[in-house]
């Protein structure tokens, strides 16, 4: 681990998420993972299986940030088109992998199994992209330069990321501690905005709760300064301990 920020984004690709079809794991995933690391996940976009729009955003994002992941789009089907918009990204061509093809050959063969031209594409990438190792069903993802390219299916995703993280370049790793805050956001708002500004150092976040009866607030405060952490929760829990007793003197008066 280095104290370098490192950066990344994540392109989730697929219609059938933008349908609601189906419901997205893998940015959940790829975020805690990212953050126990220490690479910040800044950015994440839905597009759909269209080239030109995964393209856009693929180009967009690999400028801006250290890493790109990509997941969905690299099966079997006609519409699994995101071997063929990652080359297009970076003008290559898109081509059948000899290793690729080798590997997944004697696995069909062992089972018995035909390697129909179907499953032939999921050796297709672009040309020099190394591979990510996929213990799951054994075709790979796909790496070129900053980008990484992977499957949509949770297991096979989370599988690929084991194996790629710890090849990646990491960072700082971002620290939080939580103060749960028995006062809705509209009780704390003010005190809580000018400790953010008097801590620059930290984020501070707060996530309203309600039980049913109760507002209440948690307030999450991060950064890679633990010390900073702790200094923001010592002003937090003053200004809950001031609240607190200018409740008490407002109902004994």
């Known amino acids: 681990m280095s104290e370098k920020i490192v950066t990344a984004a994540m392109v989730a690709i697929g219609d059938e998420l933008l349908s609601g079809k189906t419901k997205d794991k893998n940015i959940a995933h790829l975020a805690d993972m990212l953050t126990t690391a220490g690479i910040e996940l800044k950015e994440v976009r839905i597009v759909g299986d269209e080239e030109a729009d995964i393209v856009a955003a693929v180009n967009a994002l690999r400028q801006r940030y250290t890493y790109v992941f990509t997941s969905g789009g690299i099966g079997p089907t006609h519409d699994d088109i995101t071997a063929e918009a ?3 990204a970076f003008g290559v ?3 059948y992998d000899d290793e690729a093809l080798k590997i997944m050959g004697a696995v069909y063969e062992a089972r018995e199994m035909e390697f129909t031209e179907a499953r032939k594409r999921m050796a297709r990438m672009p040309r020099g992209a190394a591979h990510i190792r996929n213990r799951v069903s054994v075709a790979p993802g796909f790496t070129i330069e900053n980008v990484h390219v992977m499957a949509g299916v949770p297991a096979i995703f989370q599988a690929m990321l084991d194996w790629l993280l710890p090849r990646l370049e990491t960072g700082a790793v ?4 939580i103060v749960d805050c028995p006062y809705g956001e509209g009780t704390i708002g003010e005190g809580l905005e000018e400790i953010q500004n008097d801590h620059s150092d930290t984020v501070i976040g707060s996530y309203p709760k309600f039980d049913g009866e109760t507002y209440s607030t948690q307030i999450v405060v991060r ?3 633990t010390e900073a952490i702790d200094r923001a929760v010592l002003a937090i829990n003053a200004m809950l301990s001031e609240i607190k007793a200018a409740k008490a003197t407002k109902v004994q008066r």
């Open 86 to 88: 990652i080359s297009a």
């Open 93 to 95: 061509p898109c081509e």
């Open 174 to 177: 971002i620290h939080s501690k």
């Open 223 to 225: 950064s890679r300064d």
